[in-house]
Structures are given as structure tokens and as C-alpha cells.
């Protein structure tokens, strides 16, 4: 007998990022933090080895009133205000001339989340990357979803003909397509797609259309830290040209753009050509959101808000700084590790670099041996996952020599 629903999954989560963090965290205090090189955690951490919290962003949160952050958000959907300003965050400088709709959720976790359950049924395949952030799965699961993967690489670029062998066989088969892409800054890998590439992926989607409707999650967590802002929006152009048959369903963070993952804010972003269409999914996102966490912090919201216009300048110098030490830290890796020949994942940009391995075995020897050196990273598939955002200049120097002894 169980107490739980039927289509319940007894497995207990097994959440291979925190796992390692617990286990980093331990044998740092035993032999000192000194000596232990923490490459697994996913959040930005300073060269002074702690958690950033963007001053721009919290001194003003601290002083929002009591009851602006005591109070219940104007709506399930989100305040106004921030529905409009994540719209001109996320598409600045872009030309995109689609119906559109924001729908505030608890971080990008829940604007995934809640695309999947409100668009597909149980029982029907979701597409994810091979190579992926661990969450898309158990999401799926939870819903009750088949998961069918693409290839994410084809040598160092966007693997097309996996993608399209892949969402050919599930349309033709399901009539409907929910495809996850998660760029730019891609986790765990860092790779974004180019313009070309999104074209690419649009006119075949477009073709695909025909046959049933296709949407879209581009998951755009780490949008923030790519190299060049205007034109990490700019690409988004290439959602002008979908058919009447697609829909886009961005899924932005505010954990990472403002560092502030624990005031779960985020927003499902809807596109289509057909304004009807954007309003069908939003009545149903809506009722959805009521259901599960009613409304999304008012205070978050306003903060960002308030972080994104009045403070913008200040903002995105603070944030700079930090997309600066990521792009040193890479270079720092990627530069070794070119010399000593260990392969890595196509890395443009974004919060982790990925070592590639052969295959899942030959992962779990290298991941067990690094731990065995006070090194830790995170195991994804065919890869080790290096979270640069918190590993320090100094300690990433030397790292991709350890990993390449230990992997030979
Ligand atoms: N998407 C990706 C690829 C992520 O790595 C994360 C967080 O780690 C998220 C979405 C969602 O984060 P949050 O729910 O905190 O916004």
C-alpha cells in the first residue's frame, strides 16, 4: 500500500549537484579549504571564495517597505510593471515582432515546468538535449513524460541532423512537438548557438509545423552572462520567421541575471504569430500558476524591476565585473587545456565548462579519482562538469592538468 498517487515515482531524488557540494563542503573542513578545489557548485562565487550577491540589487531590496514585501503580487500572472519590463529585458535591441504574453513564475524552474505540464499530456515524449541540466529529466518524469534526446554536437557545432532526425520521428508519431533548447550560455557545456543556426532550427521547425503544432522552451537562465548582451537578444530575430503552427515559450531567470536564486522569480515568455493563440496558453498558464504557487513574490518582482531601469547603469557595470572573471577564469582552463589535449565541449561563454569523456564509465572512474584529489566537479552525461562561476582564479589554474593526468 502507498499513500501517494499511483503514477507516483518512489525513487528518491538523487541530485547529483548538491551531493557533491555536501561532500566538497565536508572534506573542506577536514583538511582544510586550502586544499580542496570546489568546481561544483552553480552559483557565482567572488575570488574571495563566498556567494556574490549583487550589491546593486540587494541594498535596495533591503529597504522595499515591509508591506510591499508582506504583500500579495497584483496578480497570478505577475505585476504589471515586471511582466513588461522582463518583455524589454529579455528582447532589448531586438526587432521582434510576435504576439507575446509574460506569465511571472517561481524562477526559470517553473516557467519550464509549467510549459510542460500544460502542454503536453502523460504519457507523450518531450525532447531534450543529450547533454542537459539534470532538472528537464525529472520534470518530465514527474509529468509522466517519454524523454527522447538529440544530439546537442555534431564536432564543435549544433548537431542539425540529430535534431532533426530526432523531432521528425516524434512528430510523426505524435503529431506535436515540446522541444527543449537551452541557450545561450548552454548547461553545462557554454556553448550558443549562432544566428545561422537558429535559422537553421526555426525553418525546419516551420517544416515540422505542417504536420502538427511545435513549441519551443528556449531556456535562457544564463542570457546574462553572454560576451556580448545586445547581440545574445539580437539572435532572437530569428523567432520573427516561425509559422502560424509554432509557439516560443522563453524561460527567464532572475537567479543568475541578479544573483538572487533564493527569491524565485523568473517568467514564462510566450511568442507566436497568432495573438488568440499567446492568449489560449496564458488563460491556461494562469489557471496553472493559481493552482500551484498562487502569485510570485511581490517584492522580487518590483525589485526587478526597479534594479533593471533606475539602477540599470549600476547594475550591469557590477555585472560586468563578474562576466569579466568568468571569461578569465575559461580562458584560464580552456587555454590549458588545449595544450595538454583534454577535450572539452564547445565553450563560448556562460558558468561551466564541460570535459568530454567516451562514454558514462570512463566519467564515473575520472569524477571518482578527482574526489579522491580534493578536486570536485559534477557528473553529466559524457562529460565532468567544471562550474567555473565558483571556482577562483587561482584555483582554476592547474585544474585541467590535474583532470587529463587522472583521466589517462
Ligand atoms: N535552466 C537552467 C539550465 C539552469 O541551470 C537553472 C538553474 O540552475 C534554471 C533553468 C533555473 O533556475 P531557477 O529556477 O533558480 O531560476
Known amino acids: 500500500m502507498t499513500f501517494t498517487r499511483r503514477a507516483a515515482n518512489l525513487v528518491p531524488i538523487e541530485d547529483t549537484v548538491f551531493a557533491v557540494v555536501d561532500l566538497a563542503n565536508k572534506e573542506a573542513k577536514r583538511i582544510g579549504i586550502e586544499n580542496v578545489v570546489n568546481a561544483s557548485i552553480g552559483s557565482l562565487y567572488g575570488e574571495d571564495g563566498t556567494l556574490v550577491a549583487f550589491k546593486s540589487v540587494f541594498e535596495h531590496y533591503d529597504q522595499i517597505p515591509d508591506r510591499t514585501k508582506a504583500k500579495y503580487a497584483a496578480s497570478f500572472i505577475g505585476n504589471e510593471s515586471y511582466r513588461e519590463q522582463v518583455y524589454q529585458w529579455i528582447t532589448q535591441g531586438a526587432n521582434i515582432n510576435l504576439s507575446h504574453s509574460v506569465i511571472a513564475t517561481p524562477g526559470g524552474s517553473g516557467a519550464v515546468s509549467m510549459t510542460f505540464s500544460n502542454i503536453l499530456d502523460a504519457g507523450e515524449t518531450v525532447i531534450l538535449p543529450n547533454i542537459a541540466w539534470g532538472s528537464y529529466r525529472l520534470m518530465a518524469t514527474q509529468n509522466n513524460f517519454d524523454v527522447k534526446t538529440y544530439s546537442l554536437f555534431e564536432e564543435n557545432h549544433f548537431n542539425l541532423t540529430s535534431f532533426k532526425e530526432v523531432c521528425s520521428a516524434v512528430m510523426n508519431k505524435q503529431k506535436k512537438i515540446l522541444v527543449v533548447i537551452n541557450d545561450p550560455c548552454h548547461n553545462p557545456t557554454g556553448y550558443s548557438m549562432t544566428r545561422e543556426e537558429w535559422d537553421q532550427v526555426i525553418t525546419f521547425l516551420n517544416e515540422c509545423s505542417k504536420e502538427g503544432p511545435v513549441i519551443i522552451i528556449d531556456d535562457i537562465a544564463y542570457i546574462d552572462y553572454s560576451y556580448d548582451i545586445p547581440q545574445s537578444r539580437k ?157 577562483t582564479v587561482e584555483k582554476t589554474k592547474g585544474l585541467a592538468t590535474a583532470i587529463k593526468l587522472l583521466m589517462d
Not at 495573438?275 to 518590483?302: G, H, L
Not at 547594475?315 to 587555454?335: A, G, H, P, T, V
Request: with cysteine; hydrophobic share 40%.
Open 235 to 391: 539572435v532572437m530575430e530569428a523567432f520573427n520567421n516561425i509559422s502560424d503552427n509554432v509557439l516560443i515559450s522563453i524561460a527567464f531567470s532572475c537567479s543568475k541575471t541578479c544573483t538572487s536564486y533564493g527569491l524565485r522569480c523568473g517568467a514564462a515568455v510566450l511568442l507566436a504569430k497568432n495573438t488568440d493563440k499567446v492568449r489560449e496558453v496564458e488563460i491556461v498558464f494562469e489557471k496553472f500558476a493559481r493552482a500551484i504557487w498562487s502569485n510570485i513574490p511581490n517584492a522580487a518582482m518590483d525589485n526587478f524591476t526597479w534594479v533593471t531601469t533606475d539602477n540599470y547603469f549600476s547594475f550591469m557595470s557590477e555585472k560586468q565585473n563578474y562576466i569579466d572573471l568568468l571569461k578569465q577564469r575559461s580562458e584560464i582552463f580552456l587555454e590549458e587545456a588545449k595544450k595538454i589535449e583534454l577535450p572539452v565541449y564547445p565553450y563560448k561563454e556562460g558558468f561551466f565548462v564541460t570535459v568530454q569523456c567516451e562514454n558514462n564509465e570512463q566519467r564515473d572512474r575520472i569524477h571518482d579519482k578527482l574526489i579522491n584529489h580534493h578536486i570536485f566537479t559534477v557528473k553529466v552525461n559524457l562529460g565532468i562538469r567544471v562550474a567555473i562561476c565558483s571556482c
